[in-house]
């Protein structure tokens, strides 16, 4: 056979594998969004996820050693385009930060609700930090926000994580969210920055449509 054809062959297997990868992880995005608002008294407010700005999505972020480890996991942000829906997916990476209690080796799934602009500004930099470059609060659960503290009402985030069927909000203190280059480019082909895919009028790609669909389905209209 061939040299080059083989070369080739294995080339596109790898691509075709790299792109699965994101892929997967796009369609873990919604069955952790049909998961938790499977549940209306435990999971996301659904007045909260309508007045959101912008949705991130990270399936099974690792944990480390008990106590004290390693915090790592990829997943996706959407925001609100007007009058369109969501904007199409760009891919996050999640490092560090403090859960407020840590189980060795296990993976909780995390959602955060992105509540304004400016906390929108703050997350398309190049690297982010919960807490330090924008208030961060453990999100009320329920039917609704009617639980909200006051830390709550004034977080430019809200946070939640599930972890072993148990969903809460929790506060992830310190955790860094960054541009993850290497799946856009999976994605979308070419290098293109986060800020240009959320709040551009970059097209998303098919592998995206279950996960639209499903923000689609538990949020209406952004209300004031």
């Known amino acids: 056979m061939n040299k080059k054809y083989i070369a080739a062959s294995v080339l596109a297997m790898g691509l075709c594998f790299g792109a699965s990868k994101a892929d997967q992880r796009l369609n873990d995005a919604a069955d952790v969004m049909n998961e938790i608002m499977g549940t209306p008294d435990k999971g996301v407010p659904e007045d ?4 959101s700005t912008c949705v991130i999505v990270v399936p099974g972020l690792k944990k480390g050693a008990f106590i004290v480890g390693g915090k790592y996991g990829k997943g996706f942000m959407v925001c609100r385009k007007e009058r369109r829906g969501w904007s199409a997916p760009a891919a996050v990476r999640v490092e560090g930060g403090s859960f407020g209690f840590q189980i060795g080796g296990s993976e909780t799934d995390v959602v955060m609700l992105v509540m ?5 500004k703050k997350l398309l930099a190049d690297k982010f930090t919960l807490g330090a470059d924008a208030s ?3 999100g009320p659960v329920g039917r609704d926000s009617s639980a909200q503290t006051d830390a709550q009402m004034h977080a430019e985030m809200l946070t939640y994580s599930r972890s072993r069927g148990v969903f809460a909000g929790i506060s992830l203190q310190g955790a860094t969210l960054r541009p993850d280059e290497e799946w ?7 290098d293109i920055p986060n ?7 970059t097209p998303p ?18 209300t004031k």
């Open 205 to 222: 790609p098919p592998g995206a449509t279950r996960f639209l669909a499903t923000l689609n389905k538990y949020s209406g209209r952004r």
């Open 195 to 201: 800020q240009d895919i959320v709040l551009g009028t």
């Open 116 to 120: 304004n602009d400016g906390g929108v």
């Open 184 to 190: 856009n480019k999976e994605l979308y082909g070419k």
């Open 136 to 138: 961060v609060a453990a």
């Open 48 to 51: 909260l996820l309508n007045k």
